[in-house]
């Protein structure tokens, strides 16, 4: 039988995408994803077309909640939740994503409605109601997130 792993990383990751940071009491809702290339986790999610669906961030739609992780999709890409999945969306909680540039604890969380990038940035975005990054980055960087 040939050998299957050789290496093994000395530290794993701290984090990543669309971790549940901690157990503390949150919101975390299931909806059918309607985006056919799939929605990725740590993402926002905005209302679908139909009832109990999501999409990715685009222009003018609704926010809705952040994709969490789950290691058990078996989609084409890692990381993803394919299209017709049933995608967790946290509501309310403490969750990890991609901030896109440097923020500091307290500040306000904004999506870029286009994209779905997240950013403390107000110009031209979109707050995410009760929403603050829970932890700093000096630059683009997985952070915290708590949903209220």
Same mark, same amino acid.
């Given at each position: 039988?040939?050998?299957?792993?050789?290496?093994?990383?000395?530290?794993?990751?701290?984090?990543?995408?669309?971790?549940?940071?901690?157990?503390?009491?949150?919101? %975390? %809702?299931?909806?059918?994803?309607?985006?056919?290339?799939?929605? =990725?986790? =740590?993402?926002?999610?905005?209302?679908?077309?139909?009832?109990?669906?999501?999409?990715?961030?685009?222009?003018? &739609?609704?926010?809705? =909640?952040?994709?969490?992780?789950?290691?058990?999709?078996?989609?084409?890409?890692?990381?993803?939740?394919?299209?017709? #999945?049933?995608? #967790?969306?946290?509501?309310?909680?403490?969750?990890?994503?991609?901030?896109?540039?440097?923020? #500091?604890? &307290?500040?306000?969380?904004?999506?870029?409605?286009?994209? =779905?990038?997240?950013?403390?940035?107000?110009?031209?975005?979109?707050? %995410?109601?009760?929403?603050?990054?829970?932890?700093?980055?000096?630059?683009?960087?997985?952070?915290? %997130?708590?949903?209220?």
């Amino acid at each position: 039988m040939p050998t299957i792993q050789t290496t093994y990383a000395a530290q794993h990751a701290r984090w990543v995408e669309g971790m549940v940071l901690n157990s503390e009491p949150g919101v %975390i %809702i299931s909806r059918e994803v309607q985006t056919a290339a799939g929605i =990725g986790f =740590g993402k926002v999610a905005i209302r679908g077309a139909g009832e109990h669906q999501i999409a990715v961030s685009a222009a003018g &739609g609704k926010y809705l =909640g952040l994709t969490v992780m789950d290691i058990t999709q078996a989609g084409a890409v890692v990381d993803v939740y394919p299209q017709y #999945a049933t995608a #967790a969306v946290m509501t309310k909680g403490v969750i990890v994503a991609q901030a896109s540039v440097a923020v #500091a604890a &307290g500040d306000p969380v904004y999506f870029v409605p286009a994209t =779905g990038v997240l950013t403390n940035a107000s110009s031209g975005n979109t707050i %995410i109601p009760n929403a603050q990054w829970d932890t700093a980055t000096t630059g683009a960087g997985l952070a915290a %997130i708590r949903l209220a």
